[in-house]
């Protein structure tokens, strides 16, 4: 089983940045590849970014790529999305995502998810 908890959401202007992280529970948490997804009002839930167990290999969406980088701290088991250059079609609801598959987490999410976390972008 693991548990996450997301935290770092919050108002931010168009051009700024925010840093989100992903904490999670459970002594396998270096086992699991882990990503992030996003969810604006009226929309799907859409795939962010994802990483590898190891954090040699990264995934991004279209839509963030060159100003999102996902990473992650196996010793703090805790992953992070750092965002850059934010706009206000970033607003949404960030959620945290885990799987043992890497490519599970990249299509869809996964086995565990997180709470969320609020974005907004002002413009």
């Known amino acids: 089983q693991v548990q996450l908890v997301e935290s770092g959401g919050g108002l931010v202007q168009a051009g700024g940045s925010l840093r989100l992280s992903c904490a999670a529970s459970?002594?396998?948490?270096?086992?699991?590849?882990m990503g992030w997804f996003r969810q604006a009002p009226g929309k799907e839930r859409e795939f962010v970014a994802a990483?590898?167990?190891?954090?040699?290999?990264?995934y991004y969406a279209d839509s963030v790529k060159g100003r999102f980088t996902i990473s992650r701290d196996n010793a703090k088991n805790t992953v992070y999305l750092q965002m850059n250059s934010l706009k206000p079609e970033d607003t949404a609801v960030y959620y945290c995502?885990?799987?043992?598959?890497?490519?599970?987490?990249?299509?869809?999410?996964?086995?565990?998810w997180g709470q969320g976390t609020q974005v907004t972008v002002s413009s």
């Open positions: 995502a885990a799987d043992a598959r890497l490519r599970v987490v990249v299509g869809n999410g996964g086995d565990y």
């Open positions: 990483i590898s167990w190891s954090g040699g290999t990264t």
């Open positions: 459970g002594r396998t948490f270096s086992s699991y590849a």
